[in-house]
Nanobody, 118 residues
Framework: VQLVESGGGLVQPGGSLRLSCAAS????????MSWYRQVPGKEREWLAY????????DYADSVKGRFFVSRDNAKNAVYLQMNSLKPEDTAIYYC????????????WGQGTQVTVSS
């Protein structure tokens, strides 16, 4: 199982970024996926969820209306479109695969740094 995030970087407040997570080693279209973020010294924060089919989504209040999760099951990829970024969005962003329904442990990517600063 492998999850590889990309797309992080430095962006000015009000700007946008699109994160990608490339998945392999499991049946992606059957797997619910989520995005989390973590600031050093703080707990990891759940941001967004998308079901395996892509028909169900949910968001944390902190990002609702600004962040949008999507997936392409043909490409085994999940995305996080982040708009109207704020300095408080600065964090390491992680992709998460909920493999518990298959009897496996959940999987995490290595993370990608997002820095929002002028």
């Amino acid at each position: 199982v492998q999850l590889v995030e990309s797309g992080g970087g430095l962006v000015q407040p009000g700007g946008s970024l699109r994160l990608s997570c490339a998945a392999s080693g499991f049946t992606f279209s059957f797997t619910d996926m989520s995005w989390y973020r973590q600031v050093p010294g703080k707990e990891r924060e759940w941001l967004a969820y998308i079901s395996g089919s892509g028909n169900s989504r949910d968001y944390a209040d902190s990002v609702k209306g600004r962040f949008f999760v999507s997936r392409d099951n043909a490409k085994n990829a999940v995305y996080l479109q982040m708009n109207s970024l704020k300095p408080e969005d600065t964090a390491i962003y992680y992709c998460y695969a909920d493999l518990r329904t298959t009897g496996s442990d959940p999987a995490w990517g290595q993370g990608t740094q997002v820095t929002v600063s002028s």
